[in-house]
């Protein structure tokens, strides 16, 4: 744990805490005689917690910034593929306590279990010190090197449409392929695919949220493509 401290650069007073936001509902139901408390309350405080103090940053940090590029440019720091990546910063696979039949069925790198335990630990830090360290956190891993072209706004798909229609007759279209899981926390599987050709493809626990995974490789395959003189 102390490992995971120091990467989150934040000491907890009550270790408890930060126990809860690394317990996962499926190690809880498993151990119910035990009382055991996982993290989804937290994961529920830590999903407003963070979307306010995105938001504040925002705000103070781009004055010019219209409202509408605002909330998507939020959106995208905040989407189960961000906070994925945070979470692989963090080496947090290693820290979450899982249910032997979660553990088994790959749940250690399962995306939706590691961005939630994110927003589990931002929740946790907020009721252990406060806005601080939730403020550095935030500076740290969502804010910092989340910049490029296409996250400015947020919208990949719009992006790539923008892209695509630069040139005439282009279709432009996404597919669901794959829908995995329970009902309550399905992954959902899309590809996208311009002119009968897949250029992209992505995951997530919404289709909209696959959408914009898909879009976001697809953007990145069609501009190293330019790059190279084939687009």
């Known amino acids: 744990m102390r490992d995971l401290e120091r990467a989150l650069g934040y000491a907890f007073k009550d270790?408890?805490?930060?126990?809860?936001?690394?317990?996962?509902?499926?190690?809880?139901?498993?151990?119910?005689?035990?009382?055991?408390?996982?993290?989804?309350?937290?994961?529920?405080?830590?999903?407003?917690?963070?979307?306010?103090?995105?938001?504040?940053?925002?705000?103070?940090?781009?004055?010019?910034?219209?409202?509408?590029?605002?909330?998507?440019?939020?959106?995208?720091?905040?989407?189960?593929?961000?906070?994925?990546?945070?979470?692989?910063?963090?080496?947090?696979?290693?820290?979450?306590?899982?249910?032997?039949?979660?553990?088994?069925?790959?749940?250690?790198?399962?995306?939706?279990?590691?961005?939630?335990?994110?927003?589990?630990?931002?929740?946790?830090?907020?009721?252990?010190?406060?806005?601080?360290?939730?403020?550095?956190f935030v500076d740290r891993y969502i804010l910092r090197g989340s910049g490029g072209e296409d996250t400015q706004t947020g919208d990949y798909k719009t992006a790539l449409q923008e892209f695509v229609q630069r040139k005439g007759g282009q279709s432009l279209i996404y597919h669901l392929t794959d829908e995995t899981g329970p009902e309550h926390d399905k992954i959902f599987a899309v590809e996208v695919r311009l002119n009968g050709e897949t250029i992209g493809a992505g995951t997530g626990r919404s289709k909209k949220i696959a959408e914009q995974n898909s879009a976001r490789e697809a953007m990145g395959r069609l501009k190293r493509g330019a790059g190279n003189g084939r687009a």
């Open 15 to 136: 270790k408890g805490l930060m126990e809860t936001a690394l317990t996962h509902s499926s190690y809880a139901n498993e151990n119910k005689r035990g009382h055991v408390e996982c993290n989804e309350r937290l994961e529920f405080l830590g999903d407003s917690i963070l979307g306010a103090a995105v938001a504040e940053r925002l705000y103070g940090s781009a004055p010019q910034m219209a409202e509408g590029d605002m909330t998507r440019r939020r959106a995208a720091l905040v989407c189960e593929k961000s906070l994925f990546d945070v979470a692989e910063r963090l080496g947090l696979g290693e820290h979450i306590v899982l249910g032997r039949g979660e553990e088994s069925s790959g749940g250690r790198g399962r995306h939706s279990i590691l961005a939630d335990a994110v927003e589990a630990l931002l929740a946790a830090m907020y009721l252990d010190g406060g806005w601080a360290p939730v403020k550095m």
